[in-house]
């Protein structure tokens, strides 16, 4: 019971958006077609934070904290994607995010000792994700992580650390293999 009231008293004024999400997200997530992807586009630009221009958001992408989501135009997130954006996610424009790709914005407080590990807080780290990126299919990008304008992750990358513009990152953790 003590985790369940801790929730709600973490995210009292948010209890709604995030009730609203999670129905309406469930509902809408596995829809396929043109009509499907235009209510659900519809229903996150009432969502996120902003959402500008038409966003392509395929079926089975779980968004999660979407208060927490800036997104800008020719946005697109491919199936089976997950963001959480408890911590704040903003995403430039003509961003490509390949499917099942994973990006959070909070990490638990490991370090809070005496506590047991299912009750600790979250350390809240935005994402900053620069115009022209390309994150591609099972990347993982981390708590407070910062991708440049132009840069490629690669497919399977774990990203932990900053992206510089125009790099082509890959591996676990990813690291510069090319520039664009």
Excluded: C
């Excluded at 992206?163 to 510069?176: F, K, L, M, N, Y």
């Amino acid at each position: 019971m003590k985790p369940v009231l801790r929730f709600i008293a973490h995210y009292r004024g948010r209890l709604f958006h995030l009730w609203l999400e999670e129905v309406v997200g469930w509902a809408l997530r596995s829809l396929p077609g043109f009509l499907p992807g235009m209510l659900r586009y519809g229903f996150y630009r009432l969502m996120f934070k902003r959402l500008g221009g038409l966003a392509l958001i395929y079926p089975g992408v779980h968004l999660t904290h979407t208060y927490g989501i800036s997104a800008g135009s020719g946005f697109s997130i491919n199936t089976g994607a997950l963001m959480d954006g408890r911590g704040g996610i903003d995403i430039g424009d003509n961003v490509m995010i390949g499917p099942y790709a994973v990006i959070v914005s909070s990490n638990h407080d490991h370090r809070q000792d005496g506590t047991a590990m299912n009750q600790r807080n979250h350390i809240l780290a935005p994402v900053r994700i620069g115009s022209d990126v390309w994150i591609g299919a099972h990347a993982v990008v981390s708590a407070g992580v910062t991708i440049g304008d132009g840069a490629v992750v690669a497919a399977g990358a774990v990203v932990t650390g900053d992206v510089d513009e125009r790099s082509i990152v890959g591996g676990v953790p990813a690291t510069v293999v090319a520039l664009r």
